[in-house]
């Protein structure tokens, strides 16, 4: 049990590390339109585990409730949507191919404020992987431990582009590849942090596990809707977007299905 918690708490970690490392062998960055189909392939991701691997396992532990059943989940997933909301607007962060920087006012470099905003992204990705492993260490019967690997293993999966598209920007900027690539992997560190924390404290109320799993679909639908859709929409129109955000919704959706 403890082995296979281990990996799947660092199973996103390393998705970020190795898109990171992109920087070493790739000389030039990532087009805009590449750019926009990793943008929208990792909000598909993020949507459906959204959806299977939090909202419904949670709309599951309280499905005796009757018509109120659903309660919990409403109340965990604005929960989340209002964390994130709060540290959007607290924490000084600049969006890719964006000019003014959101949150408080702050004398960062750019560069920071870059990893800053990945780094947000990260947040509730960490928290999703962290209270699902907390409810199968917890026993709590609608989850398993194909369902938890495979949320980290998606997770893992989108993760691997953003690690190269925050990199590789970095050192189109100046950066060494070195610091480029420290920049990448900065930025996804805290989701192994934010992962255990999680279990610290979820694993202790088991009866409000229900909350603690909306409130990280509530986190992570905010980040894709407040910052991912906007991305992989801007400019010139294409589609490109949203055909991989489908690729990337139907991925995960098969993964949890087929593997929890």
């Not at 998606?154 to 993760?159: F, K, P, R, S, V």
């Not at 192994?192 to 909350?211: D, E, N, Q, R």
């Not at 010139?236 to 991925?251: K, P, R």
């Amino acid at each position: 049990m403890l082995g296979s918690i281990l990996t799947g708490l660092l199973l996103p970690f390393l998705g970020t590390a190795a898109g990171s490392a992109c920087v070493c062998f790739m000389k030039r960055g990532l087009g805009r339109q590449v750019e926009r189909a990793l943008t929208g392939f990792a909000a598909g991701v993020m949507t459906a585990a959204s959806i299977w691997s939090l909202l419904i396992p949670a709309m599951e532990m309280t499905a005796d409730g009757g018509r109120l059943a659903c309660l919990p989940a409403v109340a965990g997933f604005w929960g989340g949507i209002l964390f994130l909301l709060v540290l959007d607007s607290i924490i000084p962060h600049l969006h890719r191919n964006a000019q003014k920087a959101e949150g408080l006012p702050s004398k960062l470099t750019r560069t920071t404020m870059m990893v800053l905003a990945v780094t947000l992204h990260n947040i509730p990705e960490g928290m999703a992987v962290g209270v699902v492993y907390a409810g199968l260490r917890s026993g709590a019967e609608t989850m398993s431990a194909g369902g938890a690997f495979a949320l980290a293993l998606g997770i893992a999966i989108q993760n691997f582009p953003e690690g190269a598209i925050i990199s590789l920007p970095l050192h189109a900027e100046g950066k060494s590849q070195g610091k480029a690539f420290l920049g990448g992997v900065l930025s996804g560190a805290v989701e192994p942090v934010g992962a255990v924390l999680t279990i610290l404290f979820a694993g202790l109320f088991l009866p409000v596990m229900p909350y603690f799993l909306s409130f990280a679909a509530g986190a992570m639908i905010y980040v894709v809707v407040e910052e991912l859709i906007p991305e992989m929409s801007e400019g010139e129109h294409s589609n490109i977007g949203v055909v991989l955000f489908s690729v990337g919704f139907t991925l995960m959706m098969t993964l949890d299905v087929a593997l929890g």
